[in-house]
């Protein structure tokens, strides 16, 4: 027989066991050496001929029995992090030895992204996990096509972030993820730090993957996205901005559109320069003014029972540089007002002539329409209801624009 | 048997208990069902479940007062008579064991699509039915232990995660504040019914030191954990916009994983916001399942409740995985929303209202 304390022994010793099986939670186990981290992808259309063969005879996904969505077959590339060879600091150790690259690329193609996903999936050993992808590259023509089936592939996804980076190349996005600069190992961190950066510069809005979620759900708002072009030393500039409508990409900014936008969204952190003619500009005498910070007050109004929109800008800036030194001076506060004045009157053209870009394209980056259903529902709900119907209505929206640029600093220079 | 001493509750243990009961597994998709119903007016879709919900609470609280040391359970039959009152108990039990289980199976669903995605259902759900059991078997001291010591370990972080997400915010999106669609009504009673938790408190009201401070900690425990809703419909409303919301099946979650610590020192807070929601599941099932038990026991007047704990637990397995799928499972819920309407707010006030008319009151000497 076993005493009461023998018992209560075994009886602890199973309850014990009984939680260590239940708790440990053995079914999702997974080493994170068995994963295949992706960092980015590239999406893009597939267009040469054997392309297409090739994917309608690997039938991974589809058969010739069920049939396949009639859907251009696309092309994606993924950048998998190969374990142990991430660069941990800047130094060499832990990293990767000269030759041998952190980063292992492989291209799958479907007619759709899960498809293609699979497809991958098919060719490689680990378990695809999408929990660092930090960027996502998808070409113009792509993107022009629509991201309706990228948009809703993302969103059923658990590890997804929000925060990810969703870009437009202008030309083929499998160039710009695998690009591979000279100041970072791993090209998708490199871009990633790129956009990061512009940012933080006040070059680029802050408009990830989720915010353009939200973007695009808006009734009174268009998406956009960087846009992004390869140049010749392997690097890529943030060339604009791609304007999207209902997941259709209509357009793109210059980089110095990227200014105008964040001028009439107030977004702070001001980082674009531009000329304005001072004195007479067919002698070449321009300043190089930079904007510091950017603050907009966004009013709506009705006129003849149409709604108006009135943005106040105020903008700080800082000079730069003068095209010749000594011609003409900047020495006292009257001066800097005269400059004031020139430089609202070349902004407000520049701004307006933006506005008229996207007024052409039907697309309301702004988000002037989401003024318009929060501040005037009735308005609202008797003439606008969609999206559709309001890129119509903004195509004629009455818009104006007060610049109030105030010069705080001159630099070193005295005059 | 040993004689049990009677374990009498605080006003702030009653209120913390209502809070961690209140506070369940609904947080996740509530804002989608919110803005299904009244687009950005969905914070006022949710005031207004609140103020249902109070009628419901103020009348539990006035019927408890009225008769001293009972529950709606012992008190039923003096107001409307022993067939009745005996329909009403049935109903109340074998609505609080679906209770239960739908909100073990939706525990379990969320887990399963965003976390465990290899662990069966089943496993989930026992686990944490099993746990609710095997605290359901304890007394009443433990209970309120249980839950006081939860209820700041569940609204700490939900605060936090909350008040940062709000650096995202775009006030914009919450205009106009009056709004609604079609489904408003349908939407206003699922809302409602995750109040439903308050209903505890007719248990506990004969259990309280001094029970003219049921009142204060009714009130309380329903307001924090309101504001606690509130908080959340606002802030997923203000980060996300309407539209967006209604393209999220759990949009709380989407809004940890939105929201990040300041200094990149955690960049997604949903792996801590899972954590957290998991506390408040068991909480609410816990309580849940205290009801169900402690009411079979008060109605057939046995003198223990724990041989009914193990009695329940396939009955609610069973229920808990009838669903087929994750829609059918809203839809299932959805109904049960509409029986807790009736059985937790029209109820009471209709026995308040009889009991007035009928004058009918408790012994004063019954505690």
């Known amino acids: 027989m076993l005493t009461r304390e023998e018992v209560r022994c075994v009886r602890t010793f199973a309850v014990l066991a009984g939680m260590v099986l239940l708790l440990s939670g053995c079914w999702d186990r997974l080493e994170i050496e068995d994963r295949a981290v992706i960092l980015g992808i590239a999406i893009d259309l597939a267009e040469s001929k054997e392309d297409l063969e090739e994917e309608m005879k690997e039938q991974i996904n589809h058969s010739n029995a069920i049939g396949a969505p009639d859907m251009p077959v696309i092309k994606i590339s993924a950048q998998i992090a190969v374990p142990g060879r991430i660069p941990l600091g800047p130094g060499e150790s832990g990293g990767a030895t000269v030759g041998e690259k952190p980063?292992?690329?492989?291209?799958?193609?479907?007619?759709?992204?899960?498809?293609?996903?699979?497809?991958?999936?098919?060719?490689?050993?680990?378990?695809?996990?999408?929990?660092?992808?930090?960027?996502?590259?998808?070409?113009e023509k792509y993107a022009r096509n629509g991201l309706g089936n990228l948009n809703d592939y993302m969103r059923r996804q658990t590890d997804i972030r929000r925060t990810a980076w969703l870009a437009v190349s202008k030309g083929k996005a499998t160039d710009i993820i695998h690009s591979s600069p000279q100041l970072e190992r791993v090209p998708a961190l490199y871009l990633l730090a790129m956009l990061d950066h512009s940012v933080d510069m006040g070059k680029l809005p802050n408009e990830p993957i989720g915010r353009y979620w939200i973007r695009n759900s808006n009734l009174g708002q268009e998406p956009i996205l960087p846009y992004l072009v390869l140049k010749q030393q392997e690097n890529v500039q943030v060339?604009?901005?791609?304007?999207?409508?209902?997941?259709k990409m209509v357009g793109a900014t210059t980089p110095l559109q990227i200014g105008a936008y964040m001028a009439v969204n107030g977004i702070s952190?001001?980082?674009?320069?531009?000329?304005?003619?001072?004195?007479?500009?067919?002698?070449?005498?321009?300043?190089?003014?930079?904007?510091?910070?950017?603050?907009?007050?966004?009013?709506?109004?009705?006129?003849?029972?149409r709604p108006k929109i009135i943005a106040?800008?105020?903008?700080?800036?800082?000079?730069?540089?003068?095209t010749e030194s000594d011609s003409y001076n900047f020495s006292d506060s009257s001066a800097i007002k005269e400059l004031e004045k020139k430089i609202n009157e070349a902004l407000t053209q520049e701004v307006m002539h933006l506005i008229a870009d996207t007024k052409r394209m039907k697309a309301d980056i702004f988000g002037f329409g989401e003024y318009v259903r929060a501040l005037a529902p009735k308005y609202w709900k008797e003439h606008v209801r969609s999206n559709s119907r309001w890129s119509e209505q903004y195509h004629s929206l009455d818009i104006e624009i007060h610049i109030n640029y105030k010069v705080r600093r001159v630099g070193m220079k005295a005059k | 048997m040993r004689l049990r001493e009677e374990t009498t509750l605080s006003g702030i243990e009653m209120a913390a208990i209502l809070i961690s009961t209140v506070i369940g597994v609904a947080i996740l998709p509530f804002p989608l069902f919110a803005v299904r119903g009244a687009g950005t007016g969905a914070g006022m879709l949710t005031l207004m479940a609140i103020g249902i919900t109070l009628i419901g609470l103020l009348s539990v609280i006035a019927l408890g007062l009225r008769f001293p040391g009972q529950s709606i359970i012992q008190y039923g039959a003096q107001i409307i008579g022993r067939p009745a009152a005996a329909m009403l108990n049935a109903l109340l039990i074998v609505f609080y064991i679906v209770l239960t289980a739908s909100a073990a199976?939706?525990?379990?669903?969320?887990?399963?699509?965003?976390?465990?995605?290899?662990?069966?259902?089943?496993?989930?759900?026992?686990?944490?039915?099993?746990?609710?059991?095997?605290?359901?078997?304890?007394?009443?001291?433990?209970?309120?232990n249980i839950h006081l010591f939860y209820t700041p370990i569940i609204l700490m972080p939900v605060l936090l995660i909350v008040c940062l997400s709000f650096q995202n915010a775009e006030?914009?999106?919450?205009?106009?504040?009056?709004d609604h669609t079609p489904q408003i009504l349908s939407?206003?009673?699922?809302?409602?019914?995750?109040?439903?938790?308050?209903?505890?408190?007719?248990?506990?009201?004969?259990?309280?030191?001094?029970?003219?401070?049921?009142?204060?900690?009714?009130?309380?425990?329903?307001?924090?954990?309101?504001?606690?809703?509130?908080?959340?419909?606002?802030?997923?409303?203000?980060?996300?916009?309407?539209?967006?919301?209604?393209?999220?099946?759990?949009?709380?979650?989407?809004?940890?994983?939105?929201t990040n610590l300041p200094a990149n020192i955690m960049e997604r807070l949903d792996a801590a916001f899972i954590s957290v929601w998991v506390t408040a599941v068991f909480t609410t099932l816990f309580s849940n399942y205290y009801f169900?038990?402690?009411?079979?026991?008060?109605w057939l007047g046995t003198r223990d409740h724990r041989l009914f704990v193990f009695f329940l637990l396939p009955f609610l397995m069973l229920i808990a995985m009838l669903p087929e799928n994750v829609l059918q499972m809203y839809e299932g819920i959805a109904l049960i929303a509409r029986g807790g309407f009736v059985l937790t707010v029209l109820c009471p006030v209709l026995l308040l209202a009889i009991a007035v008319i009928r004058g009918k009151r408790g012994a004063a000497d019954a505690h």
């Open chain 1, 269 to 305: 952190e001001g980082g674009y320069s531009f000329f304005v003619p001072v004195v007479n500009s067919s002698k070449n005498q321009y300043v190089l003014m930079r904007t510091v910070n950017r603050d907009t007050d966004t009013r709506l109004v009705f006129a003849d029972g």
């Open chain 2, 171 to 178: 006030p914009l999106y919450l205009l106009p504040i009056f």
């Open chain 2, 292 to 298: 169900a038990v402690h009411a079979l026991k008060q």
């Open chain 2, 187 to 258: 939407s206003l009673l699922t809302i409602t019914a995750m109040f439903q938790g308050f209903f505890i408190i007719t248990l506990l009201i004969p259990h309280m030191r001094q029970q003219s401070k049921a009142w204060v900690s009714g009130l309380s425990g329903l307001g924090v954990a309101g504001a606690l809703y509130l908080l959340i419909i606002t802030s997923t409303v203000a980060v996300f916009g309407a539209e967006e919301v209604k393209e999220l099946l759990y949009p709380t979650l989407e809004l940890a994983k939105a």
């Open chain 1, 239 to 247: 060339a604009g901005l791609a304007v999207f409508r209902k997941d």
């Open chain 2, 105 to 144: 199976r939706e525990f379990g669903t969320v887990v399963v699509t965003s976390v465990l995605k290899q662990t069966p259902i089943e496993a989930t759900v026992i686990i944490m039915l099993l746990i609710a059991a095997i605290s359901a078997r304890k007394d009443l001291r433990t209970f309120a």
């Open chain 1, 103 to 139: 980063v292992w690329i492989l291209n799958a193609k479907g007619h759709t992204v899960e498809e293609a996903m699979n497809a991958l999936q098919q060719e490689l050993a680990d378990q695809i996990f999408l929990g660092h992808l930090r960027i996502i590259v998808v070409s």
């Open chain 1, 312 to 322: 106040n800008v105020s903008l700080e800036g800082n000079l730069r540089e003068k």
